[in-house]
């Protein structure tokens, strides 16, 4: 019963994974997607920016597995790409057929490639061709692009060239990111491979989780804007499946984390756009959190370190944390 970290582009990012699975209760994570474009051959430096686990064995500080995402529409790019990823260390490679950005779909990636189950049979073929065989390949898809209609013929596609994992997002591209998920039409796919199957989307909460589950028949559930909203949650699921009371995480504590973030991370921005990840974070986090919402409203004009610290520090309260 595993549960992975979502790869949101611009948002889970090396630090985002570290912070997360040091919290706990997450098994596996995936990067933001390394762009491949025709005939491209990326050097050592793209992969290691975007995967700077790669120098540790593909594990985040706490000991999480880290698998690298690549994204395109070319079979023999991805491949070659998959093989040097591999070879640098890769824990597996992740394949991405679900990111509904207008700018990379018009260029020929992510869910677009669902309009063709042949082209993604294609890829994920490639891929597994060219990765050795003790490098897992895997791939994510959403139920469609426009429509739902080809849901089972994506999910066979990628079965069928050799994925070793499938992760399912319950919605299309048109779908976006509006509840509710279709977790049932995750169920109708598991009937019909034989891989491990990931359910994903719309999973908040412990509640949310156990309906997931139940629809989608899956043991392993991907947590992507919940996590975000939620820190603790992947620990949560993992004390309540084991039988254990949970006390969650509280706001002090939430806001200490997030402070941590901003420390680690404040010196990797230009002054003007200081503090832009942390409000972002927030304004996940005030979904679950009234907290997270009075901070945001107080430093969303913020940019200057001196006021941004001075409103984390009227809001961790440290000493109830000491």
């Known amino acids: 019963m595993r549960l992975f970290l979502a790869p949101m582009e611009g948002v889970v990012d090396h630090h985002v994974r570290a912070m997360l699975s040091a919290v706990g209760g997450i098994d596996v994570c995936v990067t933001e997607f390394v762009r491949v474009s025709c005939h491209q051959r990326l050097p050592e430096r793209v992969f290691k920016r975007l995967c700077p686990e790669l120098d540790s064995a593909s594990r985040t500080p706490t000991g999480t597995e880290v698998r690298l995402q690549l994204l395109g529409g070319h079979p023999g790019s991805l491949a070659f ?33 669902l309009r063709e189950p042949e082209r993604l049979h294609a890829i994920v073929a490639a891929v597994r061709e060219a990765v050795p065989v003790e490098v897992p390949v895997t791939a994510k898809i959403r139920l469609g692009f426009e429509d739902r209609s080809l849901y089972m013929d994506n999910a066979l596609a990628a079965c069928e060239a050799g994925a070793n994992e499938l992760v399912v997002h319950a919605r299309s591209k048109t779908d976006g990111y509006k509840p ?24 908040w909460s412990w509640q949310d989780y156990l309906e997931c589950r139940r629809q989608s ?17 992947a620990r949560e699921i993992k004390a309540r499946l084991a039988g254990d009371e949970y006390l969650p995480l509280s706001w002090p504590q939430v806001a200490a984390l997030l402070f941590d973030y901003y420390l680690i991370t404040k010196d990797l921005y230009p002054s003007r756009f ?3 990840r942390v409000k ?24 200057a370190a001196s006021d941004l610290e001075r409103a984390f520090s009227q809001h961790m309260a440290f000493a109830e944390t000491a």
């Open 280 to 303: 972002q974070w927030l304004a996940y986090m005030r979904l679950r959190y009234p907290e997270a919402g009075l901070m945001f409203e107080q430093i969303k004009r913020l940019t």
């Open 81 to 113: 790409n998959a093989r040097k990823a591999a070879a640098l260390g890769a824990a597996a490679i992740d394949l991405n057929f679900g990111c509904p950005a207008k700018t990379v779909n018009k260029n020929d990636g992510g869910a677009s490639l």
């Open 274 to 276: 200081l503090g832009n």
């Open 180 to 203: 509710p998920a279709y977790w049932d039409y995750i169920g109708r796919i598991r009937e019909h491979i034989d891989i491990p199957l990931i359910a994903n989307g719309e999973v």
């Open 217 to 233: 028949g899956c043991d392993d559930v991907m947590l992507g804007r919940g996590l975000l909203a939620q820190p603790d949650l």
